[in-house]
């Protein structure tokens, strides 16, 4: 496995593991979930758990994810817009977890597609988007990488995932250009 493959499987993990606010759907009292102590929760407050612990309690009903903590399709295309009027040498910033949302995004939208036509066209427009996104970034990191000097306030900008690429990316043209003008 690459070192690039294993530091972005660190991130996810520590991304699991991070605390994210939800809503408790239904009452709930407090039980045991793979070791750990769990609830009790009382329907209609917040609360502050691992994502890992709130996506299966999501998926048994009891809770549901604050909305200003994941993504959605209306947020996907702010993104996206913002990256498609940005010149190449601008790089907005985005939320260290954003990959990791839009893996789960992706997932759920996904999963619930095939019950429904309209979650299949959420899908593909979230896929779309996401495409789209990942694409303008990567021609933004490109450049950057590219450059004979580093700028570190749009390096600031990139998530842990886009930095490892961009030092990859460094690294592999830095070579290339030295053995180019040997």
């Known amino acids: 496995m690459s070192a690039n493959v294993s530091a ?13 606010r939800v809503i408790a759907v239904r009452s709930s009292p407090k039980f045991e979930l793979v070791g750990l ?16 612990i709130a996506r299966q ?11 200003e903590d994941m993504l959605d399709i209306a947020r996907l295309l702010r993104i996206q817009w ?20 839009l893996r789960y995004l992706l997932a759920e939208l996904k999963s619930s597609s095939r019950s429904s036509m309209e979650r299949m066209r959420e899908y ?14 990567l021609k933004k990191i490109i450049s950057l990488a ?26 592999i043209i830095s070579e290339w250009k030295a053995k180019i003008l040997q």
């Open 8 to 20: 972005i499987e660190d991130v996810n993990f520590v991304f699991e593991n991070s605390p994210v």
């Open 37 to 52: 102590e769990v609830g009790p929760f009382e329907e209609g407050n917040e609360y502050s758990i691992k994502f890992w």
């Open 57 to 67: 309690l999501e998926k048994g009903g009891v809770v549901r994810f604050a909305e």
């Open 82 to 101: 913002t990256e498609r009027i940005q010149s190449v040498s601008q790089v907005s910033s985005l939320p260290e977890t954003f990959y990791p949302k």
């Open 124 to 137: 593909e427009r979230a896929g779309w988007l996401s495409q789209d996104i990942l694409t303008c970034r």
């Open 146 to 171: 590219s450059a004979s000097e580093s700028i570190d306030q749009l390096l600031r900008n990139l998530t842990v995932e886009e930095r490892i690429l961009y030092e990859d990316l460094r690294r």
